[in-house]
């Protein structure tokens, strides 16, 4: 059993996290309480360019959310080379609530895929706040063109939708760790087992994290 005010994560964390960081989740059970949700979208072997449009002002008044973008793609069909590891967006803020128009929207830019056989964007979009949202609208458009800045949309979606709920992390807790020190955690709806949850790095929002919930601790 987990001990008090922490909760155990599936897999262990990438990076440290102190009292400045935060824990983000839902109070329910199952996937539509999920503060955070993760994507695959597969691309058409004809595009030469994608990119991904995150649109806060789908909901105006709704919650800071925190997003990111990573692309993979197979190179060559007969000797089937994989390329990993590319971050078309790391961890960025997205607030409806700013007053500053790019802070309510923001996009990968241009991601050059001519040279790939198939592609596919993984696109992780995470509530990062204390409040309501009806979701954040997600825009996947792709381009035939190398010169021309011509997009079509392949596809468009909305989520994750709820309301946030924030924890605090008491101190600090070190990287490989899958034990995670959590102020109240039960009081703070930790105690949903079997869920993704969204930890933020306040400091360095590239740290940021998401981890599986497998047991939480009693409150102190």
């Given at each position: 059993m987990a001990d008090i005010d922490t909760v155990v994560l599936l897999d262990n964390i990438q990076n440290a996290k102190d009292s400045s960081d935060k824990i983000y989740t839902m109070d329910g059970d199952g996937e539509n309480y999920e503060a955070v949700k993760t994507y695959v979208v597969e691309l058409p072997p004809d595009a030469s360019g994608a990119r991904v449009l995150f649109n806060g002002n789908y909901d105006p008044d709704g919650a800071r959310h925190c997003v990111r973008v990573h692309y993979i793609?197979?190179?060559?069909?007969?000797?089937?080379?994989?390329?990993?590891?590319?971050?078309?967006?790391?961890?960025?803020?997205?607030?409806?609530?700013?007053?500053?128009?790019?802070?309510?929207?923001?996009?990968?830019?241009?991601?050059?895929?001519?040279?790939?056989?198939?592609?596919?964007?993984?696109?992780?979009?995470?509530?990062?706040?204390?409040?309501?949202?009806?979701?954040?609208?997600?825009?996947?458009q792709v381009r035939g063109y190398t010169g021309l800045d011509v997009w079509n949309t392949l596809c468009r979606f909305i989520g994750p939708i709820g309301t946030g709920v924030e924890v605090a992390i008491p101190d600090t807790v070190n990287a490989d760790q899958n034990v995670l020190k959590a102020t109240n955690p039960t009081a703070g709806h930790l105690n949903h087992i079997g869920k993704f949850i969204f930890i933020e790095d306040k400091g360095t929002i590239a740290d940021s994290e998401i981890a599986y919930l497998i047991e939480c601790g009693a409150d102190s």
């Open positions: 793609a197979l190179t060559d069909p007969s000797t089937p080379t994989k390329t990993e590891n590319t971050i078309a967006l790391d961890w960025t803020a997205v607030d409806p609530d700013s007053g500053t128009a790019t802070d309510r929207f923001k996009e990968t830019g241009a991601i050059d895929v001519s040279g790939h056989v198939y592609g596919s964007l993984m696109i992780d979009v995470a509530v990062a706040e204390a409040e309501a949202t009806t979701g954040l609208e997600v825009i996947v």
